[in-house]
């Protein structure tokens, strides 16, 4: 009789066990060894990423509503339309915030979503790099999200598209600094390389020189100062090249407003354009200046390493 009344507790206190184990589990749980792939290598905090792109001289930047970045489905129907002369190395950038409580009070039936845009350039591996004035706003917080159209031929007609959740912002820039313009970079790993990206250049600043003109690819407000459906390219002459910042000037270039984050490339004797600038703001006393900070592919490499890693 002793021995059943042993084993009848010993069985008992298996029971509990079991209980326990399924209801407490998640607190032992190691939480990056059980995270999925997808949302450990994109929306998550992590200490040692962030301290490895500080290392590195860049800062992480993660949306608001954070996910996990991926491939949108581009419709059939949006798939053709007018071939323009777009580089397939163009992205445009688009910044998803919250509309401001003003301006729903003054505009009771405006969206709730407001989107700034910027042009990008798409390098090999699936990077896009942009300005960083782009992916964060004048008090340095990240957007809700982030759009990214691959080489568009019109405004909602991408070759590629994706939504990004996450973003790397030069620590240097300075958001609403009075030199906010200087290293005005920012990187977007996607998710996969749609191809088309160009080769990140081997020299440390970008290969430009005074009396140069610079090509401009915008996708915006047109000269009427309504919103273009295609990419527009301009050039303007460069007339000073300093270390963190190659200003040019022309009234050419009111494709769209000097401080959008607009891409410019050289021109190779090939007859390639590559980029190498990304228009970062312009002088409000003369819409004719733009500066521009140098891509450094030094810094975007370096990123890049750290990303990997």
């Not at 190395?89 to 407001?114: D, G, H, K």
């Not at 407000?221 to 910042?245: K, M, T, W, Y």
Request: net charge negative.
């Amino acid at each position: 009789m002793r021995g059943n009344i042993v084993f009848a507790v010993l069985c008992l206190l298996a029971v509990i066990a079991t209980a326990l184990t399924w209801a407490f589990g998640d607190v032992q749980r190691n939480p990056l060894k059980d995270e999925s792939p997808a949302m450990d290598s994109n929306a998550q905090d992590r200490p040692l990423l962030r301290h490895r792109l500080a290392d590195a001289g860049w800062s992480l930047v993660q949306t608001d509503k954070r996910g996990v970045d991926h491939r949108v489905t581009v419709p059939a129907a949006l798939l053709g339309g007018a071939q323009t002369e777009t580089p397939p190395w163009f992205a445009l950038v688009r910044a998803v915030y919250p509309t401001s409580p003003e301006v729903r009070a003054q505009f009771p039936s405006a969206s709730p979503e407001s989107r700034g845009e910027c042009g990008g350039a798409l390098y090999v591996g699936g990077y896009v790099v942009t300005a960083a004035h782009c992916v964060v706003d004048r008090t340095g917080a990240a957007p809700l999200r982030l759009e990214i159209c691959i080489e568009p031929r019109g405004r909602s007609n991408c070759r590629a598209s994706y939504l990004i959740h996450a973003a790397v912002v030069d620590l240097n820039f300075e958001p609403d600094g009075a030199a906010g313009y200087r290293d005005d970079r920012a990187v977007v790993m996607l998710p996969d390389d749609p191809g088309g990206g160009v080769e990140l250049p081997q020299t440390p600043r970008a290969e430009v020189e005074t009396g140069e003109s610079v090509h401009i690819f915008a996708m915006g407000s047109n000269g009427d100062g309504h919103l273009g459906e295609f990419v527009s390219r301009c050039s303007q002459p460069v007339v000073d090249v300093r270390r963190a910042i190659v200003e040019t000037r022309g009234e050419a270039c009111r494709i769209r407003r000097a401080d959008s984050g607009s891409p410019a490339g050289r021109e190779l004797p090939s007859g390639v354009i590559v980029p190498t600038l990304i228009v970062s703001s312009y002088d409000p006393l003369d819409e004719r200046r733009n500066f521009f900070s140098p891509l450094r592919p030094d810094k975007i490499r370096a990123a890049i390493m750290a990303m990997e890693d």
